[in-house]
C-alpha cells in the first residue's frame, strides 16, 4: 500500500531533529557533519541565530500578504541584490529553482516576441545539465530519464554537449533566442565549464543578438567564493537565476535582469501568489546580511581552497576508489572509479557520521555551509578518508590480515 507521504524520493532512513552551524543530530543523538547542506542549501548552517531571529520576528507580524500589495521587505532584498549584481537592473521572487528558472526563459521569450521576432523562441541548452522539475525545466533539462512517461516535451530546447563550442555555433539558427548553461553542471556531475567557453558564449550571444541565461540556482549565492560564479570569467549575462542558497533553507527563487530583458514582462504576464512574500525576503535579507559581509566570501574562498587540496591528497590515498577532485569553490566533487558507486560512497560516509550528496556521472558531492571553519573541513576529510577505506574492494581483507 502506498504510504501517505508520497514514495517520489529515494530516502536515508534517518531523520534529523536539529541543527548546528554544519551539524545535525538525529532522534537517537546521533551527530552528523553536514557536507551535502540540503543540497547546497542551508547556505549559512542550521538554526543561524540572525536568520532563526529575523525568521522569528517577520513571522510574528506578516507572512504573507500577497503581490496585490508592496512588499517592502521584496523591495529591499531586490535593491541589494541589484547593487551587489553589476548586470542586474531588476530582479522577480518566486519560491524555488525550477520557477526562477521558468521565469527566466518566459523573459527571454518574451523579450524577442516584443522585439518584433516572436519565430526567436529556442534555447540552446546542454547535456548534463539540470534547471529543475516543472514541464519546461525537464524539457530544457533534456535527460530522457526525467522526460520518460510525461508527454511531449516542451518545444524550444536544442541540446549541445557541455563545452563544445563548434556545436553550439552549429545550433543557432534563426529561432534561436538565447543560450542557457550552469557555470558549474551540478546535479549532472560537479562538472565546471571552462572558463573560456563561458566567454566564447557571451561572444556569440553579442553576435548573434542571443541573450545569456545564467542557471545559477546551485553556484550562486556565495558557493564559488565569490557572489555569483560567473564572476570568476569575468562575464555578466543578460538575465540569471538563483534559488537553493538565497533563502538559506526558507524556500526562495529569484531572477535576476538587465532592464532590456525584464521590461516586458508587464503586469499580467507574469507571477506568483508566495513569490517574494515578506517571510520568504525577510529570510533572504538575512541571509544576505551574513554573505555581504565584509570577509566572508573572502573565508569561504580559502576554506575552498583548503578543502580542494585536502580532497586532493584523499584522491591520491586511494586510487581504486577515487580518479579525480573537480568543481569549484564549495562546491566539489569526488569523481569515482567504475569500481565503485556513488551511492555505495555516501553510505559509507553516512555509516561515518559525514553526509554528502551523489551527482551525476558517479560523482560524490560536497557542499558544506558557507559558514564551515578549516577543522570542520579537515574533519570532513577524515571522515572520507575512512568512508574511502570501507569501500576499497579488498581493503577489508587487507587490514584483516
Ligand atoms: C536544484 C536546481 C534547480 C531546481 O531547483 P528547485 O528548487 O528544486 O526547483 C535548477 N537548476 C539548478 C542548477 C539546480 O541545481
Known sequence: MIPPLMPNYNRADLAFERGEGAWLWDAQGRRFLDFGAGIATTSIGHAHPH????????????????????????????????????????????????????AMVKAVRKYHAANGHPERYRTICFEGAFHGRTLAMISATGNA?????????????????????????????????????????????????????????????????????????????????????????????????????????????????????????????HGSTYGGNPLACAAGNAVLDVILAPGFLGQVDRVARHLWRGMQDLAARHPAVVTGVQGAGLLLGLKLSDAVSNTEAQGAAVAEGLLTVAAGMNVLRVAPPLIITEAEADEALRLLDRAMLRITPGAAKAAAK
Open 51 to 102: 536568520l532563526v531571529a529575523t525568521i522569528a520576528e517577520q513571522a510574528g507580524r506578516v507572512m504573507h500578504t500577497s503581490n496585490l500589495y508592496r512588499v517592502p521587505q521584496a523591495e529591499r532584498l531586490a535593491a541589494r541584490l541589484v547593487e551587489a549584481t553589476p548586470f542586474a537592473d531588476t530582479v522577480y521572487f518566486s519560491n524555488s529553482g525550477a520557477e526562477a528558472n521558468e
Open 145 to 269: 530519464k526525467y522526460l520518460e512517461g510525461f508527454g511531449p516535451p516542451v518545444e524550444g530546447f536544442d541540446h549541445v554537449p557541455f563545452g563544445n563550442m563548434n556545436a553550439v555555433r552549429q545550433a543557432i539558427t534563426k529561432e534561436t533566442a538565447a543560450i542557457m548553461i550552469e557555470p558549474v553542471q551540478g546535479e549532472g556531475g560537479v562538472r565546471p565549464a571552462d572558463l573560456r567557453f563561458l566567454r566564447e558564449l557571451r561572444a556569440v550571444c553579442d553576435e548573434f543578438g542571443l541573450l545569456l541565461a545564467l542557471d545559477e540556482v546551485q553556484t550562486g549565492m556565495g558557493r564559488s567564493g565569490k557572489l555569483w560564479a560567473h564572476e570568476w570569467a569575468g562575464i555578466e549575462p543578460d538575465v540569471m537565476s538563483s534559488a537553493k542558497g538565497i533563502g538559506g533553507g526558507f524556500p526562495l527563487g529569484a531572477t535576476l535582469a538587465r532592464e532590456k530583458v525584464a521590461e516586458h514582462l508587464k503586469p499580467g504576464t
